[in-house]
């Protein structure tokens, strides 16, 4: 995971604090930033842009 701004870190913290840390499975296919599902044909995350994947 990559923590780009404050208000981020912000929300991310206070998430830490409520909720366990996600355990992700390996076998998904992930961004390589934001580790969010991506589909087998995708060629930039829709969550957070990253291109190319």
Same mark, same amino acid.
């Given at each position: 995971?990559?923590? $780009?701004? %404050?208000? +981020?870190?912000? /929300? /991310?913290?206070? /998430? %830490?604090? &409520? #909720? $366990?840390?996600?355990? /992700?499975?390996?076998? %998904? &296919?992930? *961004?390589?930033? *934001? &580790?969010?599902?991506? +589909? +087998?044909?995708?060629? #930039? *995350? $829709?969550?957070?842009? %990253? #291109?190319?994947?």
């Amino acid at each position: 995971m990559t923590i $780009r701004t %404050k208000e +981020s870190l912000h /929300y /991310y913290e206070h /998430y %830490k604090e &409520n #909720f $366990r840390v996600p355990e /992700y499975q390996s076998q %998904k &296919n992930l *961004c390589p930033d *934001c &580790n969010a599902e991506l +589909s +087998s044909n995708s060629k #930039f *995350c $829709r969550m957070c842009g %990253k #291109f190319p994947i």
